[in-house]
């Protein structure tokens, strides 16, 4: 059973720095995308970054030049560096890995962790 849970979450002062983390686990082979989403209270989820397994990255316009995602492929890892956090990161963070190599093949659909809580505050 595929399973994805993030770890780095907490409170930050404005311009401070957080490293969120999301481990993919269950047998996993290959995952071809990774996403880092977030939802800010109130609002719709949106799509952070992504990076797919040959390192091609795409983030929000929002976050660019802020924020950077990178993966561990041998650990089906990805990270998400986030520096000069601003009030307005503040959201619960959501990883997502699409395309899963198990051993039974691929599975094309999303899988979801259960999220890391981010709270940009002074």
Not at 55 to 74: E, L
Not at 85 to 110: F, I, M, Q, S
């Amino acid at each position: 059973q595929v399973q994805l849970a993030e770890s780095g979450g907490g409170l930050v002062q404005p311009g401070g720095s957080l490293r969120l983390s999301c481990a993919a686990s269950g047998g996993i082979f290959s995952i071809n995308v990774m996403r880092w989403y977030r939802q800010a209270p109130g609002k719709q989820r949106e799509l952070v970054a992504a990076m797919t397994e040959d390192g091609v990255t795409n983030y929000a316009a929002s976050v660019k030049g802020r924020f950077t995602i990178s993966r561990d492929n041998a650990k089906n890892t990805v990270y998400l560096q986030m520096n000069s956090l601003k009030p307005e990161d503040t959201a619960v963070y959501y990883c997502n890995g699409y395309g899963v190599l198990v051993a039974t093949g691929w599975r094309y659909h999303d899988y979801w962790g259960q999220g890391t809580e981010v709270t940009v505050s002074s």
